[in-house]
């Protein structure tokens, strides 16, 4: 049997609170859920779909 991977469900995962800025996220998910679900554009400054780049960078 296997599992289907589904797209986690961050509505739940994370609340709307008064979080603004990216030195308030504590995860590169929860800054993403911020930047869709909230349309908060200012955690992407460079607009290239990363939110606060220092938390999301790849390593």
């Not at 289907?4 to 961050?10: A, I, N, V, W």
């Not at 509505?11 to 909230?38: R, V």
Request: charged share 35%; proline share 3%; aromatic share 10%.
């Amino acid at each position: 049997m296997t599992q289907s991977k589904t797209k986690p469900d961050y509505k739940h995962e994370f609340n709307y609170d008064n979080k603004k800025y990216c030195k308030h996220m504590i995860s590169c998910e929860e800054a993403k859920f911020y930047l869709n679900q909230c349309n908060l554009t200012r955690l992407d400054r460079d607009k290239d779909g990363v939110p606060c780049e220092k938390l999301c960078r790849s390593n």
